[in-house]
């Protein structure tokens, strides 16, 4: 258990809303990662930080936006809905650099009406 | 650049017969390579990861994987199959080097036969 926890765990929105999904982490890991899970493309990285305020794109980042304002929590942020951003939203930590593996919170499910 | 092919989408076996998941890789560097497990609903769990140091790695659930550098894989086999191991499983990447980011393959639906 890597300590990490999201919210909500399920989601039903409209399109066009703004969404926030929060991960939090208790044990200070530096490095954050959020993903999506879709059939048939397993899991894809959307955002990811090294740290506090040092945040980068994934290969999927196109509307979405993140922030990490502190070390354990890591918003996602949906400025606009829409049905393709319907998908199952997992956040995960390398628990130290070089270590390389990753470990993941429960999930998000999101849909987008 | 990196990534991961997992060959077959859906795999199913009886109960008690060998489990071979297949994965192989594309890597510029000396990779870094995992297998992960998703049960239903729940999040990915990490089985085994390759790091460079034995080629062969045995992981939980008494999964092992051998990495084989000659043929790019990194094929993930348990001996007999328990209707526990019904899963999904996932096959990663990593650069390594202060690169922690991973690419993911595909994922095979693991079905077991009583």
């Known amino acids: 258990d890597a300590g990490i926890t999201q919210s909500p765990r399920h989601k039903v929105t409209e399109t066009g809303t703004p969404v926030t999904l929060r991960c939090h982490q208790t044990?200070?890991?530096?490095?954050m990662y959020w993903y999506r899970q879709d059939p048939g493309h397993g899991l894809r990285l959307i955002h990811y930080?090294?740290?506090?305020?040092?945040?980068d794109k994934g290969e999927v980042s196109d509307g979405y936006s993140v922030s990490r304002s502190k070390t354990e929590d890591f918003l996602l942020t949906l400025e606009s809905a829409t049905s393709s951003q319907t998908s199952v939203y997992f956040c995960a930590i390398t628990p130290r650099q070089g270590a390389n593996e990753q470990y993941f919170g429960p999930g998000t499910r999101l849909t987008v009406t | 650049a990196q990534s991961v092919t997992q060959l077959g989408s859906h795999v199913s076996v009886s109960e008690g017969a060998l489990v071979l998941l297949r994965c192989n890789y594309s890597s510029s560097v000396p990779p870094y390579l995992f297998w992960y497990v998703q049960y239903p609903n729940q999040g990915l769990q990490l089985l085994l990861k390759y790091t460079s140091a034995a080629t062969l790695v045995k992981g939980i659930n008494g999964f092992e994987a051998e990495f084989k550098k000659s043929e790019t894989s990194f094929h993930l086999t348990k001996p007999s199959a328990h209707m526990s191991d019904a899963a999904e499983y996932f096959c990663a990447v990593s650069l390594g080097g202060g690169n922690e980011k991973l690419t993911f393959g595909t994922g095979t639906r693991l079905t077991i036969i009583p």
């Open positions: 044990e200070n890991h530096r490095y």
């Open positions: 930080s090294y740290g506090v305020k040092d945040t």
